[in-house]
């Protein structure tokens, strides 16, 4: 139980392509869903919290405009990097739990590398 | 401020040889800390949660403990197959994010 699918797993693309990437979860209902950014041998940086129904709540130094979150559903998230340039190259991961305030888990998704040329 | 420091920073152990990981933290009102495994390329796989000192969990070769200032991972006769990042993240306060501490990337050779 408690699986967090994120697609695409890789994207390669040019500087100031706009990209999108899904979270889903497949086998329960995700209130919450959050967005990390992992460095190289470093750990997860959180950029945004998103709550089914409401607008994401960004950390500071997180530009939303840029990191466009979309929460549509209570199994759908989204990220979107707009006008993506090299130093937005990195690895995105997505997780997801099944209520907005609890001290349940979070589940993660199996990461999305980004690669801007 | 709250903070969450994982050590060592890396260990490597011989296939068999037993040994632990710590997690110690500094937060108010702590609601739960969780363990999680992350292999190279990969989202973070959840391990376990506990929720109060003296609280143990256990799960084939890994087994979590807490008390009120620090947790450990004991992974006992590891195999290669252990080889992962593990990470360690606590709840608290009245803020449900999780703080996150950086991580030991244990390496078993065989």
């Known amino acids: 139980g408690a699986v967090v699918s994120q697609h695409p797993s890789r994207v390669i693309c040019k500087s100031g392509t706009s990209v999108k990437i899904e979270c889903r979860s497949l086998?329960?209902?995700?209130?919450?869903m959050f967005w990390y950014r992992q460095f190289p041998k470093k750990s997860l940086m959180l950029m945004a919290t998103s709550n089914e129904g409401s607008k994401a709540t960004y950390e500071q130094g997180v530009e939303k405009d840029k990191f466009l979150i979309n929460h549509a559903s209570l199994t759908l998230s989204t990220l979107t990097v707009t006008s993506a340039h090299p130093e937005d190259s990195s690895f995105y991961i997505c997780s997801a739990r099944d209520r907005i305030n609890s001290n349940q888990p979070q589940h993660f998704g199996d990461g999305t590398r980004l690669s801007i040329l | 401020e709250d903070q969450v420091t994982q050590s060592p920073e890396a260990l490597r152990l011989q296939e068999g040889e037993s040994s632990s990981l710590n997690c110690s933290y500094t937060?108010?009102?702590?609601?739960?800390l969780f363990w999680y495994r992350q292999d190279p390329g990969k989202g973070p796989e959840f391990l376990f949660t506990?929720?109060?000192?003296?609280e143990e969990k256990e799960k084939e070769r890994l087994k979590a403990t807490l008390t009120k200032k620090e947790s450990f991972l004991h992974i006992t006769a590891p195999k290669p197959e252990d080889s992962a990042t593990y990470l360690c993240a606590v709840q608290a306060g009245s803020n449900y994010q999780l703080i996150w501490g950086a991580g030991t990337k244990l390496i078993i050779k065989p």
């Open positions: 086998d329960f209902q995700a209130t919450t």
């Open positions: 506990l929720y109060s000192a003296g």
């Open positions: 937060v108010s009102g702590l609601r739960g």
